[in-house]
């Protein structure tokens, strides 16, 4: 079982930066690839970011390129989304997911693990 907590949500202005980090227990976090999602209010969860076990692959929404990066660190159980060049529409939930492969996956359903999420809010 793998729990995870995220953490690094806020309200910040258009053009701003947040940094947004999922802890996770377990001691097969390493083993495992992660992916961020994003809800925004009345609308379904959408894909954000992933990144295989090892870190050395990683892939993001077309919105988010080069704006967004992956990132994680095996030794501190923790994934990370840097957000930088925010706008008003990545206003929304953010949540981790893990799964229980190593490999990337764009689709929820694939995600075994889920965190609360954190609200990001970008005001114009």
């Known amino acids: 079982q793998v729990q995870l907590v995220e953490s690094g949500g806020g309200l910040v202005q258009a053009g701003g930066s947040l940094s947004l980090s999922c802890a996770a227990s377990?001691?097969?976090?390493?083993?495992?690839?992660m992916g961020w999602f994003r809800q925004a209010p009345g609308k379904e969860r959408k894909f954000v970011a992933a990144?295989?076990?090892?870190?050395?692959?990683?892939t993001y929404t077309d919105s988010v390129k080069g704006r967004f990066t992956i990132s994680r660190d095996n030794a501190k159980n923790t994934a990370y989304l840097q957000m930088n060049s925010l706008k008003p529409e990545d206003t929304a939930v953010y949540y981790c997911?893990?799964?229980?492969?190593?490999?990337?996956?764009?689709?929820?359903?694939?995600?075994?693990?889920w965190g609360q999420g954190t609200q990001v809010t970008v005001s114009s």
């Open positions: 990144i295989n076990w090892s870190g050395d692959s990683t």
């Open positions: 997911a893990s799964r229980r492969y190593s490999t990337i996956s764009y689709t929820d359903r694939m995600y075994d693990y």
């Open positions: 377990g001691r097969t976090f390493s083993t495992y690839a």
